[in-house]
Nanobody, 119 residues
Framework: QVQLVESGGGLVQAGGSLRLSCAAS????????MAWFRQAPGKEREWVAT????????FYKTSVRGRFTVSRDAARNTLYLQMDTLKPEDTAVYYC????????????WGQGTQVTVSS
């Protein structure tokens, strides 16, 4: 099994910044991509950003592009999400996920970390 542990969430004022971390451990898998998702109260979980693991290419949801940045420390098996210029609508539980080679879905998920942005 792969374990993913997110950290770095918290309460921040609008316009502020947070950096989330997602540390992977456990069974070694061939990773196709890692991603960040979020789920706001009363809403469905939505995709936020992806990093293609082999190339490092990144992709972002339109509403966060230019404000959020995905990066990684491959040696530490850790994915990051730098969130700048936060808005109240960014308030959500943020999850990281791993897509394993040969799979069409994200098969491993973390427990989530709460991000609350006050206006």
């Amino acid at each position: 099994q792969v374990q993913l542990v997110e950290s770095g969430g918290g309460l921040v004022q609008a316009g502020g910044s947070l950096r989330l971390s997602c540390a992977a451990s456990g069974r070694t898998v061939r990773t196709t991509q890692m991603a960040w998702f979020r789920q706001a109260p009363g809403k469905e979980r939505e995709w936020v950003a992806t990093m293609a693991w082999n190339t490092g290419l990144t992709f972002y949801k339109t509403s966060v592009r230019g404000r959020f940045t995905v990066s990684r420390d491959a040696a530490r098996n850790t994915l990051y999400l730098q969130m700048d210029t936060l808005k109240p609508e960014d308030t959500a539980v943020y999850y990281c996920a791993v897509q394993e080679w040969g799979s069409s879905t994200y098969g491993y998920w973390g427990q989530g970390t709460q991000v609350t942005v006050s206006s």
